[in-house]
């Protein structure tokens, strides 16, 4: 067995290797190029495949900002019939060596926020890679969840509906995106979530933010809530969302949350679905509507 860096002549097989190793988080050839080949932080030192007798057998998808002392492990595979031979072990470490070579000192396993495909290691199908990188020095950070809402039946329900009316007598008001909002838009991420910002302008870019973006202002003409859908090109997507510090306990996030899964309906998108929650949020989410269907373990180490 030998690694080496990812090739672009790679794409077809390591297509197969990533469905085969990843059952549960398959992806087509369009979402390989975009989200990761694509992605600006790109580097074929940190993706590292396993080869056997001319075979792909494993790889390991690392990724690490231009000005970061983190690097993230994305995604790892190996094939099912070459497994417990000591491939994931290797693949791991030479992704260390990669990352500390390139001045990491921290590496996170799956929630990289630029292009993330999960949040951490799923409990119950990829147990095995848990108790991997338990032996390779690894720490358990805490728990996350995915959530998702079936829409068929879905209406606003009324109290949500009645404390946008009351919201919007005081002067807030909600709405789509349109581009002269953009400037006010970006500077409400910029200090408010400074990790949406890319997201939303490739949306924007995209031209596709008039039918994945919603708003809300306060007052005083601010943008105070943004929500947004479809950040990875999935029609169903949801997220990000958030509002204001200063707006929180206003009612604001669930009538954006509302919004758009209304706006959604109306474009005929009948499910709605998100990675990565926790904590109180689970709760909060659970009274809008939304259901728990997978749960994942966050892991790193210290370089």
Same mark, same amino acid.
């Given at each position: 067995?030998? =690694?080496?860096?990812?090739?672009?002549?790679?794409?077809?097989?390591? &297509?197969?290797?990533?469905?085969?190793? +990843?059952?549960?988080?398959?992806?087509?050839?369009?979402?390989?190029?975009?989200?990761? =080949?694509?992605?600006?932080?790109?580097?074929?030192?940190?993706? &590292?495949?396993?080869?056997?007798?001319?075979?792909?057998?494993?790889?390991?998808?690392?990724?690490?900002?231009?000005?970061?002392?983190?690097?993230? =492990?994305?995604?790892?595979?190996?094939?099912?019939?070459?497994? *417990?031979?000591? #491939?994931?072990?290797?693949?791991?470490?030479?992704?260390?060596?990669?990352?500390?070579?390139?001045?990491?000192?921290?590496?996170?396993?799956?929630?990289?926020?630029?292009?993330?495909?999960?949040?951490?290691?799923?409990?119950?199908?990829?147990?095995?890679?848990?108790?991997?990188?338990?032996? +390779?020095?690894?720490?358990?950070?805490?728990?996350?969840?995915?959530?998702?809402?079936?829409?068929?039946?879905?209406?606003?329900?009324?109290?949500?509906?009645?404390?946008?009316?009351? +919201?919007?007598?005081?002067?807030?008001?909600?709405?789509?995106? *349109?581009?002269?909002?953009?400037?006010?838009?970006?500077?409400?991420?910029?200090?408010?979530?400074?990790?949406?910002?890319?997201?939303?302008?490739?949306?924007?870019?995209?031209?596709?933010?008039?039918?994945?973006?919603?708003?809300?202002?306060?007052?005083?003409?601010? #943008?105070?809530?943004?929500?947004?859908?479809?950040?990875?090109?999935?029609?169903?997507?949801?997220?990000?969302?958030?509002?204001?510090?200063?707006?929180?306990?206003?009612?604001?996030?669930?009538?954006?949350?509302?919004?758009?899964?209304?706006?959604?309906?109306?474009?005929?998108?009948?499910?709605?679905?998100?990675?990565?929650?926790?904590? *109180?949020? +689970?709760?909060?989410?659970?009274?809008?509507?939304?259901?728990?269907?997978?749960?994942?373990?966050?892991?790193?180490?210290?370089?």
């Amino acid at each position: 067995m030998k =690694i080496r860096s990812y090739k672009a002549q790679d794409g077809c097989a390591m &297509l197969r290797l990533w469905n085969a190793s +990843l059952k549960e988080d398959k992806i087509n050839q369009e979402n390989f190029y975009t989200r990761v =080949i694509c992605d600006a932080n790109f580097d074929p030192k940190l993706y &590292l495949l396993a080869e056997e007798a001319g075979e792909l057998i494993g790889f390991i998808y690392g990724a690490k900002g231009a000005n970061s002392e983190k690097a993230y =492990i994305v995604a790892m595979g190996v094939c099912p019939n070459h497994r *417990r031979k000591g #491939v994931g072990t290797a693949l791991v470490k030479e992704l260390e060596v990669a990352a500390r070579e390139l001045g990491a000192n921290y590496l996170d396993i799956g929630n990289y926020a630029v292009n993330y495909f999960f949040p951490g290691i799923d409990e119950k199908n990829y147990v095995d890679a848990i108790a991997l990188f338990k032996s +390779l020095g690894y720490e358990e950070k805490g728990t996350c969840s995915s959530m998702d809402m079936n829409l068929r039946e879905y209406e606003m329900p009324e109290k949500y509906a009645l404390r946008k009316q009351k +919201l919007e007598s005081e002067g807030y008001r909600f709405g789509g995106f *349109r581009w002269e909002y953009s400037l006010p838009m970006f500077d409400f991420l910029s200090k408010h979530f400074p990790h949406w910002h890319g997201g939303a302008r490739s949306n924007v870019l995209r031209g596709n933010g008039h039918e994945t973006i919603q708003l809300a202002w306060n007052p005083s003409g601010e #943008v105070v809530g943004f929500a947004m859908r479809a950040g990875d090109g999935t029609p169903g997507r949801f997220g990000p969302f958030g509002v204001a510090e200063t707006e929180q306990g206003t009612g604001l996030g669930g009538i954006l949350f509302h919004n758009l899964v209304s706006d959604m309906v109306e474009r005929r998108i009948f499910y709605t679905w998100f990675l990565w929650t926790g904590g *109180r949020n +689970l709760d909060i989410y659970g009274t809008w509507g939304m259901k728990k269907y997978r749960n994942y373990t966050i892991m790193g180490k210290v370089l």
